[in-house]
């Protein structure tokens, strides 16, 4: 949470029998924080007792909400939020700083909830893992367990769901013992095997896996010819849906002499426990897309484009490797907002990241900057980094940007450096780059500066 906010300081909370927000951790980039720290107690109460989360943006505020910690401590800004499961409060997460005002916004909830649900899940996945162990006696069932235990924590290191979703289907295959296997789409199309991909259920078959709740026994006598063609003629069938929290995510059909009603117990409880993996790795490729992706543009963020191409700096000049930085602004943009309003605006920036992507390498890194300000770092450019700058700035104003407001002629201003001798830190390349882009707006703009 800290790396993914920009916070100074992290703290979790769990709530105790009677409601009250008890510490359980805390961090702040050094590592461990110690229990004497102080930090806005009132308004985590707040946040246990109304279930919404709370953003704090200047100690005034702070002491409009009755944060007395806010103002005594001087925490510029807070940013505490719920965490739910299934809607019932089990914890709150506190994140603030005492550096800067302002630096969380309502939008960073959005991320933080998302966060703090996926810790949410894990939470209750490990708690009833634990009930579940404990409730354990006889040996076929504990060894049950630990392989439901096993398979889980292989699943939950996955977090690309696709990839998930194809593990969980080949882990069912093996732990039931299945002979056969394959992974269907929701609409009926298989995924795996290999050799199977392409094929089609019929529309009778996906009418009757589709209104499957929970896996089932197939009966021999109906589905001879899917057994034919996707089981390998295997005597039984077993159909596991594989439904997350959005819907049907596919469904797994398994082939075997050997599958019975355990193995359809069996298959329940695994494929429960897979499907929560599943949607722990949805929520995760959703906060790394809010946490690293500019909305608008589908470029890197500022925060993003600063932790990717401040590693770039480095290693460059760790190595001796050529890099430059430049710094790019749409001209008189502000005209176009005044003129045509703020979706058109919306809509020429959009188009601008478009047409600088597509000029760029693909180890070349792009972030929006702020507004309609762009920043570029070109590794190992190796000389060409003026040609790729005016590439870019032709790319952008050769033609002009459709909007709905019509055809309107766009340019940018570029301004470039390069990495120095003694050079290390990417503020101090952006800071010339700007210096240049200044100079390319004083002298006339669409044009590129070095600097």
Sequence with gaps: MLRILGAERALFFLLDEAGEPVRFAGRDAQGDLTDTIEYGATLV??????????????????????????????????????????????????????????????????????????????????????????????????????????????????????????????????????????????????????????????????????????????????????????????????????????????????????????????????????????????????????????????????RHFYAVAGALVQAAARNGRPLAAAMLDIDKFKSVNDTYGHGVGDEVIRTVAGRIRAVLRHSDVLGRYGGEEFAIVLPDHVGEATELAERVRLAVGGEPIPTQAGPLPITISIGLTRLGDGDAALDDLLARADHALYRAKEAGRNRVMAG
Excluded: W
Excluded at 98 to 124: K, M, N, W
Excluded at 172 to 182: H, Y
Excluded at 214 to 219: H, K
């Design 45 to 302: 109460r707040r946040v246990a007792e109304s279930g919404e989360a709370v953003v704090v943006t200047g100690t005034e505020q702070g002491a409009a909400l009755g944060s007395r910690s806010a103002v005594v401590h001087g925490l510029r800004s807070i940013l505490a939020a719920p965490v739910q499961f299934k809607g019932r409060l089990i914890g709150v997460v506190y994140l603030d700083s005492r550096l800067a005002r302002g630096i969380f916004t309502d939008d960073d909830v959005e991320v933080l909830t998302a966060v703090s649900s996926h810790v949410a899940i894990s939470l209750e996945t490990a708690r009833a893992a634990q009930l579940h162990l404990a409730v354990q006696a006889a040996q076929q069932q504990q060894a049950l367990a630990e392989m439901l235990r096993a398979s889980l924590a292989e699943l939950t290191g996955i977090l690309e769901p696709d990839r998930l979703l194809r593990r969980l289907s080949g882990t069912l295959r093996t732990s039931l013992g299945a002979t056969s296997g394959c992974l269907v789409t929701p609409d009926g199309e298989v995924l795996e095997p290999a050799e199977l991909a392409g094929m089609r259920l019929t529309a009778d078959e996906t009418t009757l896996l589709g209104s499957l709740t929970e896996p089932a026994l197939l009966d021999p006598a109906g589905t001879g010819k899917l057994r034919e063609r996707l089981l390998a003629g295997d005597p039984a069938a077993l159909a596991v849906p594989l439904d997350g929290r959005d819907g049907r995510a596919g469904l797994a059909l398994l082939g075997g002499g050997a599958l019975d009603d355990t193995s359809r117990q069996v298959a329940a409880a695994l494929s429960s426990q897979g499907m929560t993996a599943y949607d722990n790795a949805r929520l995760f490729s959703r906060v790394q897309e809010l946490a690293t992706t500019d909305e608008l543009t589908g470029q890197h963020n500022r």
